[in-house]
T-cell receptor
Framework: DTEVTQTPKHLVMGMTNKKSLKCEQH?????MYWYKQKAKKPPELMFV???????INESVPSRFSPECPNSSLLNLHLHALQPEDSALYLC????????????????FGNGTRLTVT | SQQGEEDPQALSIQEGENATMNCSYKTSINNLQWYRQNSGRGLVHLILIRSNEREKHSGRLRVTLDTSKKSSSLLITASRAADTASYFC????????????FGKGNQVVVIP
């Protein structure tokens, strides 16, 4: 079992739907991440939050909207997605971000398998 | 662009054999990390090696790092069926890059 919890495990949504992915950790980590992973590909970084502030946005389309309500929670709001956005969405956390001298591994959740129809 | 890149090999080995996979990267790094991913699951950290280290062991895992060649290898000794997974290396660049970037990954199948 992982210390980073993601819900839901699976999500099917239409292109006009609005949905949210949720991620929670209680390790006291102050950095949280969203990655997108297509089948048989490595994870690709989407967003990084540091101390609840958005630190990195890897030019992600605006139909993906991240939110960090507090230090334990990370959301990813989805709206007007395309079928090519179907993927495994992974949340991760670490004590702090790498630019703060962090040299520790990331802790990943088991992901949300998203299918856009 | 991706920092770490493995040789894109799929390994199929018998239980008890050793599995070796390689990773190369492009720029100076702070550290290099190896992760395992079972099918449909999240990534699990295996081992982290810092840029000033050359070799590290953790149980049946042995990682080497050659910064002059910008490459790393992961050796799994006495493989088990439960080692069947995808293995990714990932790097944090030394200069001005706050990102953990993953390489392409190696699919390892251990046949009982």
């Amino acid at each position: 079992d992982t210390e980073v919890t993601q819900t839901p495990k699976h999500l099917v949504m239409g292109m006009t739907n609005k949905k949210s992915l949720k991620c929670e950790q209680h390790m006291g980590h102050r950095a949280m991440y969203w990655y997108k992973q297509k089948a048989k590909k490595p994870p690709e970084l989407m967003f990084v939050y540091s101390y609840e502030k958005l630190s990195i946005n890897e030019s992600v389309p605006s139909r993906f909207s991240p939110e960090c309500p507090n230090s334990s929670l990370l959301n990813l709001h989805l709206h007007a997605l395309q079928p090519e956005d179907s993927a495994l969405y992974l949340c991760a956390s670490s004590p702090v971000t790498f630019d703060r001298g962090h040299n520790s591994p990331l802790h990943f959740g088991n992901g949300t398998r998203l299918t856009v129809t | 662009s991706q920092q770490g890149e493995e040789d894109p090999q799929a390994l199929s080995i018998q239980e008890g054999e050793n599995a070796t996979m390689n990773c190369s990267y492009k720029t100076s790094i702070n550290n290099l990390q190896w992760y395992r991913q079972n099918s449909g699951r999240g990534l699990v950290h295996l081992i982290l090696i810092r840029s000033n280290e050359r070799e590290k062991h953790s149980g049946r895992l042995r990682v080497t790092l050659d910064t002059s060649k910008k490459s790393s290898s992961l050796l799994i000794t006495a493989s088990r069926a439960a080692d069947t997974a995808s293995y990714f290396c990932a790097t944090v660049a030394y200069y001005g890059n706050n990102r953990l970037a993953f390489g392409k990954g190696n699919q390892v199948v251990v046949i009982p």
